[in-house]
């Protein structure tokens, strides 16, 4: 069994960066592989980046790529996703998730989920 616990979500202005985190515990694993997903009301669960856990390779969906940067810190466990340039539209619950193999853009191959951490850009 694996646990992720995201942080880092809050209020901020427009223009402004966030950095969230994601920390696995439990059953950690090596071929395997973390993303990024957002989520916000009355909208699907939208992919934004994942990681090769093991040789931090990362894809990213093409709306995100620019503003979103993921990574992850082996030694910690730890999943990180630094957003800049923050803007309304970006208002969401920001899941992270794991799975075992390779990145999947598709939140349905996600085997492990956090609760969530909110993010509420101000314009």
């Known amino acids: 069994q694996v646990q992720l616990v995201e942080s880092g979500g809050g209020l901020v202005q427009a223009g402004g960066s966030l950095r969230l985190s994601c920390a696995a515990s439990?059953?950690?694993?090596?071929?395997?592989?973390m993303g990024w997903f957002r989520q916000a009301p009355g909208k699907e669960r939208e992919f934004i980046a994942a990681?090769?856990?093991?040789?931090?390779?990362?894809v990213y969906a093409d709306s995100m790529e620019g503003r979103f940067t993921i990574s992850r810190d082996n030694a910690k466990n730890t999943m990180d996703l630094q957003i800049d340039s923050l803007r309304p539209e970006d208002t969401a619950v920001y899941y992270c998730a794991a799975k075992y193999g390779s990145t999947s853009y598709s939140w349905a191959n996600y085997d492990y989920w956090g609760q969530g951490t909110q993010v509420t850009v101000s314009s």
């Open positions: 990681i090769r856990w093991s040789i931090g390779s990362a």
């Open positions: 439990g059953r950690t694993f090596s071929s395997s592989a």
